[in-house]
Structures are given as C-alpha cells and as structure tokens.
C-alpha cells in the first residue's frame, strides 16, 4: 500500500488515497502504522474518498484506532494533497467530513503547490450537548469540573467532535500529562473529549496545549483551536478573531459574525511518500 506521510503544524498523519470506503480493518491498521516505534508513525490515519456530495470525502482514525467527526489539521492536509496531485485543479473545494458536514476549502496556491488553507468549519455547536448526568453540556461556559482530586472551570464547545477549554496560568507550562488522560476519559464526557489548556496573551493571541481524545499530546489541534477560540469570546477573554499559537506553530482563526462560521487558516505539509 502507497501512502504520503503529511502533517498540519507537527499534527502528522498518515494518508491513503484511493480506496472507495473506509477499510473494515482501518481502526487496527491506525493502532499498528502510527506507532513511533513498531509502525510508520503518526497521530493519525486520514482516508480521502470519493463523495456524492462534495469533491471528496475524509475519514479520520485517531492513533488509538477510534474515529473522529472532524479533523482541522487533517481537512487541511487532504485539501492541500488532492490539489498538489492533480486530482483537482480548483481552489476552492469541498470535502465531506463524517461529523461536521460538507466543508468549503480554499487554497492559497504558490508555484502549483498548496501554501495555505482556509476552512470553513462551519459553526460551533453549543447546545444540545446532553450527558447523562445533571450537568446539562447545554451552553457550558466556565463550569466547575473536578478531577483527580483537583478542580476546574471549563468552557465545553463541539466542532463536531467534542472539546473541553481550560484557562490556566501558563499553557505552555502547564502539566499536560497529568491532567490531560484524566479529562479526556472523565465519566462527564460520554464520547470523551479533546482537552484544550489556554493561556489568553491579548484580545487577539491564545497560547494553547492540547490533549486529543484518542492520540493524546499532539504538536496541534485544529478543531481545538477553533474551540478555544469560541470559548475565549464566550468569557469574554478574546476578539471574535486571534491567532491561536500551538507547540507546533500558529492557526488564524475568526468567529465570523455575517454567519456564526467559525474560519481556520493554516499550513499543510507534504513529508515524504512511502509503501508499506
Ligand atoms: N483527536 C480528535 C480528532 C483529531 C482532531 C485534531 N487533530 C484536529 O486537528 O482537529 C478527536 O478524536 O476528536
């Protein structure tokens, strides 16, 4: 099997092109190919498939073999392959995500190569995240959460897959590690839940960290900057656009107020092509 090793600031995936569907052993295959060690590493696997509704389809595996809504790192990565192999020669697209409908993509293309990418990440979803306990997710907006014997307020905000916002001192700083497999698992969260820790800087630049649901510690979260975003203007923290800085570099993200869109701009890289 032929794939390209890419990633979206350090968020690296392994991806395959070409298959009609969604292998049956693509959640065994993501566990044994994104080991560091014993596999090809990544955080990921992503699939473009042909799409009856867009110009493709995405599916993305998490390195712990579970399935995602929506990935903003990976959308970027498919949208910048797709164009860079001439499988389409437009510079807007679209691409079907599992969780978060059809998504418009355009290209910022430099000497026939994808350079930039903005997605539009359709809107946030506030309400309606029910979870079986009496803490209605409905509009959550720095609500207490206790966890190993420690507390926190968090805002939650879904992209389409499910995201936690904590504010803290220093996000750089802080101990990802200890807090972030306690969240991302806590009984709160009935799918789990990518853990974003944030540090406002100004009204216009976030530092960030993540915990992903699924991958744990990576460089970038894309839909966790959107997130984070959204809830740094819910608390009142943040413009409705900023630059979200991540371990792996900076997205450009606005909550647009025309359409309530949420829009994400970022890099996407093409490492190597392998065969395994
Ligand atoms: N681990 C995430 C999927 C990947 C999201 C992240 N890599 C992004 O760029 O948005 C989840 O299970 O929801």
């Known amino acids: 099997m032929e794939f390209t090793k890419m990633n979206g600031l350090g968020n690296d995936f392994i991806v395959w092109y070409g298959h009609q569907e969604l292998p049956s052993d693509a959640s065994e295959l993501a566990v044994r190919l994104c080991d560091r060690h014993f596999g090809i590493g990544a955080d990921g696997l992503v699939y473009i498939l042909p799409s009856d509704k867009a110009d493709f389809r995405m599916r993305i595996i998490n390195s712990d073999g579970s399935e995602a809504e929506q990935c903003g790192n990976a959308i970027r990565c498919a949208a910048k392959y797709v164009y860079d192999r001439k499988h389409i020669n437009r510079e807007q697209i679209t691409i079907e ?77 802080f101990d990802l590690e200890a807090w972030g497999p306690k969240l991302e698992c806590h009984p709160l969260f009935p ?30 979260c894309g839909t966790g900057a959107c997130a984070t ?48």
């Not at 997605?119 to 207490?144: A, Y």
């Not at 809830?231 to 900076?250: E, Q, T």
């Open 97 to 173: 995500t599992l969780g978060a409908g059809v998504q418009q993509v355009e290209l910022t293309v430099e000497n026939g190569a994808v350079r930039m990418v903005k997605v539009d990440m359709g809107e946030p979803i506030l309400e309606g995240l029910k979870i079986p306990t009496t803490l209605d997710l409905t509009n959550v907006i720095d609500e207490p959460i206790e966890a190993g014997g420690s507390g926190f307020r968090f805002t939650a905000v879904s992209m389409g897959n499910p995201h936690c916002v904590i504010y803290v001192e220093d996000a750089p700083s």
């Open 191 to 220: 799918k789990k839940t990518n853990v974003e820790f944030a540090t406002v800087r100004s009204r216009k630049h976030i530092d960030m960290r993540v915990w992903e649901r699924g991958a744990g510690p990576t460089l970038a």
């Open 229 to 276: 975003l959204v809830a740094s203007v819910l608390n009142g923290y943040s413009d409705r656009r900023a630059m979200v800085s991540l371990k792996g570099g900076d997205l450009d993200i606005e909550w647009s107020e025309d359409d309530n869109h949420i829009y994400m701009t970022g890099p996407a890289e093409i490492v190597f092509e392998g065969r395994i």
